[in-house]
């Protein structure tokens, strides 16, 4: 079945750019996602691409997309102590269900 | 809008204890989705409701859970009898299933079964 993975931890400096991974196997996903996670609150949708598109940029946030290798990244430049969160990578394929990854747990550091 | 409504916040109750989570989608979206989320497992998609019909209810653990859409606007998922391997957060969320579909989610039932 389809699945999702990430690396569980990261940690960057204040000011310092962050580099969020995520791999998936799902060939045939239609849509990419971001969500963040912050403490006590649900997931909050960050971002999204569609799977013909390679880049997209909202403000401090790029995500890339390479396809032939089914990996995902999303950039936060500028990283601030609000961004420390979880995020959590996700796919959908047209009909069915999101799938999840485990999350990657953003610690910025003063 | 206010967005998707879960109550209650907190839920502390005793092993055996019938638990009920109640949830408010957003007003036009025709999907609903419960998930749950622990450390050891993750996030977890329990069962989902399109146009108030549970389509796929493969995830929920065991005949111990059941879940209710009896209208657009009105979701619950009841745990009965309930075990302490059931605590963790629950989540609602819902969403307009279009060619792009943006899930939305709550923010979340604390269950603790002690």
């Known amino acids: 079945g389809e699945d999702v993975e990430q690396s569980l931890f990261l940690s960057v400096r204040e000011g310092d750019s962050s580099v969020i991974n995520c791999t998936y196997t799902d060939s045939s996903s239609t849509y990419l996602y971001w969500y963040k996670q912050e403490p006590g609150a649900g997931l909050q949708l960050l971002t999204y691409i569609f799977s013909n598109m390679d880049m997209k940029q909202d403000q401090r946030l790029t995500v890339l997309l390479n396809k032939k290798d089914k990996h995902l990244s999303l950039r936060i430049a500028d990283t601030q102590t609000g961004d420390s969160a979880i995020y959590f990578c996700?796919?959908?394929?047209?009909?069915?269900?999101?799938?999840f990854g485990p999350g990657t747990r953003l610690s910025v550091l003063p | 809008d206010a967005g998707v409504i879960q109550s209650p916040r907190h839920e502390v109750t005793e092993m055996g204890q019938e638990v009920t989570l109640r949830c408010k989608p957003i007003s036009g979206h025709n999907s609903l989705f419960w998930y749950r989320q622990t450390m050891m497992r993750g996030l977890e998609l329990l069962i989902y409701?399109?146009?108030?019909?549970?389509?796929?209810d493969s995830g929920m653990p065991e005949d111990r859970f059941s879940a209710k859409m009896p209208n657009a606007s009105f979701s619950t998922l009841k745990i009965q009898p309930s075990e302490p391997r059931d605590s963790a957060v629950y989540f609602c969320?819902?969403?307009?299933?279009?060619?792009?579909?943006?899930?939305?989610f709550g923010s979340g039932t604390q269950l603790s079964v002690l």
């Open positions: 409701f399109n146009n108030n019909v549970p389509i796929d």
């Open positions: 969320a819902s969403s307009f299933r279009t060619g792009m579909e943006k899930l939305f």
């Open positions: 996700a796919e959908m394929n047209y009909g069915q269900n999101f799938v």
